[in-house]
């Protein structure tokens, strides 16, 4: 069977759902990564805030995209730089010329966290106002609360910061992509970077959500492969009143290291941590992409000087940097994911622009394909231009080479090595380009 003809079997699957959703809920996705609520590790469990709802802007000539990102929550510090990043993708889509000879209109939502039920409000509300393409959310948790009612709408669900695993094997009817990579990779630097710096015992802390779990085990592998010692993996409830139960566990491992993967109950974990001697003068401690920056950890920087975290994408930096800011207002803290919401944006335009289409089903068949194997390019004018002269692109990004797959994830990510100096917020230390398991980085950087 041609790609073509399965895509249009994935549509024609969509379209009964909706037919049947009038009468009834369609099948629906249960709470998994990046939010910090104590929720199931199942993913494909079924729930009403997924119930298909039906699509009213599909193929109508505008590109509509409506952005279901962090303004509250746990993971709220995220929020500037992914909306920035999505307001400064449309606007240099519509200084090019748009898309279709149309401006691409912009939906900006907020997605809350898993405690709430906001993301499914925004959610029902950008698909009622015609929107072609979902960006969010920055939760794995949350995204897999609504993933089932965008794509069972027959709509692009594309997340700027989802790094949970178990989105590559989801029933997604081949319509959610990510420019975040999996932990995976996450998961194997931060391991190399834990045993590089001379660690052989490492204890390990995660919030209770597939994120966390997922992640766990991924840090788990690489430090065990490379020759360290795992001496506890610790699963905790981001909503528990204090962590002193668990940072005694450390204690008595008493183990060279301590990698906390949480969200901004992260702050009162390291607060624990100090006070139970586990701090940076006794233990070198690491922390990940959902601490980076945040709030909470900003408060005590000072306590935990010379903590080092794993971040993925290129560092925002130059004319781009100085664009998004301006995109935010003036000013912005945090950069962390914002290359990644703008590169959904564009990737999405350039497949529209492809497949001649906003049609969400045509431009999904051609997204993969803008980010490899053709003619490099970076920016949407320039990739544009290429296109109307009949050539193929490779789209490269602010985010980095992107590379996506056809189940949608990307298979060459760039990382950065942050580290609290005693100030709010982490600096660069180190970056490391790194590629899925059979993908060669050097090779996929210079097609």
Known sequence: ??????????????????????????????????????????????????????????????????TVLPETGSLASLGPPEFAGAE???????????????????????????????????????????????????????????????????????????????FTDYEDRDLYFRTAPSDVLQGRVMGELVIDDGNATVGIMALQDPY?????????????????????????????????????????????????????????LFSTLIEQGLGPDSKALYCVDGNVDSAELGEIGAEIEGTRCTLPGTPAEGDFRERLIEAAGGSLDSFSYGPETYDAVITSALAAAVAESDDPTAMAAELPGVTREGTKCTSYEECLGLIEDGEDIDYDGASGPIELDDEGDPQVANFQIREYTGDEFTELADTKEVSMPGVDAGESASE
């Open 1 to 66: 069977m041609s790609k073509k003809t399965a895509r249009l079997l994935a549509l024609l699957a969509s379209l009964a759902l909706l037919l049947a959703a009038c009468g009834g809920s369609a099948e629906e996705a249960g709470g998994e990564e990046s939010e910090p609520a104590a929720e199931t590790s199942e993913p494909a469990e079924a729930s009403e805030a997924s119930e298909a709802v039906e699509a009213t802007g599909i193929g109508d000539g505008t590109l509509t995209i409506g």
């Open 88 to 166: 400064l993708a449309v606007q240099e889509i519509n200084e090019a010329g748009g898309v279709l000879d149309t401006d691409v209109e912009l939906l900006q939502g907020d997605s809350g966290d898993t405690t709430t039920d906001i993301a499914n409000q925004t959610v029902d509300q950008h698909v009622a106002n015609g929107a072609d393409v979902i960006v969010g959310a920055a939760s794995s948790a949350v995204s897999f609360t609504f993933i089932d009612k965008v794509t069972g709408a027959g709509l692009i669900h594309f997340s700027p910061a989802n790094t949970s695993p178990d």
């Open 212 to 268: 966390g779990e997922g992640l766990l085990n991924n840090v788990s592998d690489t430090i065990t492969e490379s020759g360290g010692e795992v001496t506890d993996e610790i699963i905790y409830d981001p909503q528990a009143q204090n962590f002193d139960a668990e940072v005694q566990q450390l204690v008595s491992s008493d183990p060279d290291a301590i990698v906390v993967i949480g969200f901004a109950e992260s702050g009162r």
